[in-house]
């Protein structure tokens, strides 16, 4: 495997036969709370560049595999998971209830893929790959708002 297939696939966690979107997040979570632990930043600081930085990473190789693969979206390419992640993680403060909330909110609206989310995986090449998983983030992050609003997390 290439140093692309490497990073579209999350560390390899993109080729787990089952869930890879999930075991994509979850990875993402893990990895971006371990690393917003121990950095002096506040974590949302952290959690968005963080974003940036596997947005970066899907748009580098993610679009490649997809040509390799000959599929659009394919689903071995997780990284575009760890940025949507990332992102949903900008609007906690970290607790297990508001991990677990983030973590759920961000699958749902990734798998579901509501109104704008869904015509985003039309536009073309990574964009099209990354763009749904930022969208999901956004509504994902506006429930935890809410949540937090209502001291629920």
């Not at 390899?12 to 979570?29: C, E, V």
């Not at 893990?30 to 974003?51: C, E, G, H, K, R």
């Not at 677990?100 to 099209?128: E, H, T, W």
């Amino acid at each position: 495997m290439n140093v692309k297939e490497f990073i579209a696939t999350g560390f390899y966690t993109g080729l787990i036969p089952f869930a890879p979107g999930t075991m994509g997040s979850i990875a993402a979570a893990f990895l971006s709370v371990s690393i917003a632990i121990y950095s002096p930043l506040p974590n949302a600081v952290d959690f968005i560049l963080l974003a940036i930085v596997f947005s970066a990473l899907t748009l580098y190789a993610g679009g490649a595999v997809a040509d390799a693969t000959g599929n659009k979206d394919p689903g071995i390419v997780v990284m575009d998971e760890f940025a949507g992640m990332a992102l949903t993680l900008s609007f906690i403060s970290i607790s297990v209830t508001a991990l677990a909330a983030a973590f759920l909110l961000f699958r749902i609206f990734d798998i579901v893929k509501p109104y704008p989310v869904s015509s985003l995986q039309n536009v073309p090449g990574a964009m099209g790959i990354l763009l749904d998983d930022l969208a999901a983030a956004l509504f994902a992050g506006a429930f935890l708002i809410a949540l937090r609003s209502m001291h629920w997390i």
